[in-house]
């Protein structure tokens, strides 16, 4: 099957500097990834999605990168802001659409003044 | 626009007792899921329906737990019986199409509680 983690459990990072979370997937088959942001007792937030056939997608001020040949993803934050402040999930899908999403354990992103 | 709504937000309940989760997907969205959340870990996938249909189950613990979407909008997911270890966020997600590569809006979540 397939897992997906997270190298780091917590990235501590001064506001305005750019923030990289990075994620790993073991499974080959998985065709679409997906970057959330969970804040305290909310549910994940959509950030940005990738397809495997892409290599890199921008959105506003994040860019997600993607790495099949070491089966790796990453997000990259511009100019981080205190209300990037969150735990951040990657989350992988194999084709077909009724498999869930597989979640890594999260990175909680922490912006110093 | 309205997002995915849960309720309730918070329940407490005893164990054994058996408790009804709610979920109001975003309008017209076909696909539905459920995960549970332990406290630090990531969503884990319980089910997936498709309209009315319940296309995968595999991720359900136990027959003690049960989803339905009978018209194909509203969700609930059951837990008969109820164990400590049922303790968790539970979030539903809705997505637009069946088929594959298609982001999931989740919402808020119920907190359950077994004491």
């Known amino acids: 099957g397939e897992s997906v983690g997270l190298h780091l459990p917590t990235l501590s990072v001064q506001e305005g500097d750019n923030s990289i979370i990075n994620c790993a997937y073991s499974n080959s088959a998985s065709d679409y990834f997906i970057w959330y942001k969970q804040e305290s007792g909310k549910g994940p937030q959509f950030i940005i999605d990738i397809r495997s056939n892409m290599d890199k997608r921008q959105g506003q001020r994040v860019t997600v990168l993607l790495n099949k040949t070491v089966k790796h993803l990453s997000l990259q934050i511009a100019a981080t802001q205190p209300g990037d402040s969150a735990v951040y999930f990657c989350a992988g899908e194999t084709g077909g659409g009724a498999d869930g999403l597989t979640f890594g354990k999260g990175t909680h992103l922490i912006i110093q003044p | 626009g309205a997002g995915v709504s849960q309720s309730p937000r918070y329940k407490v309940a005893k164990r054994g007792q058996d408790v009804a989760l709610r979920c109001d997907p975003i309008s017209g969205h076909v696909s539905l899921f459920w995960y549970q959340q332990a406290l630090g870990q990531g969503p884990e996938f319980l089910t997936y329906f498709q309209n009315e249909a319940q296309l995968d189950k595999s991720g359900l613990p136990s027959d003690r737990f049960f989803a339905e979407r009978p018209e194909g909008s509203v969700s609930t997911l059951k837990i008969q019986r109820t164990q400590q270890e049922d303790s968790a966020v539970y979030l539903c997600?809705?997505?637009?199409?069946?088929?594959?590569?298609?982001?999931?809006?989740f919402g808020d979540g119920t907190r359950l509680s077994i004491l």
């Open positions: 997600a809705s997505s637009l199409m069946g088929g594959d590569n298609q982001p999931q809006h």
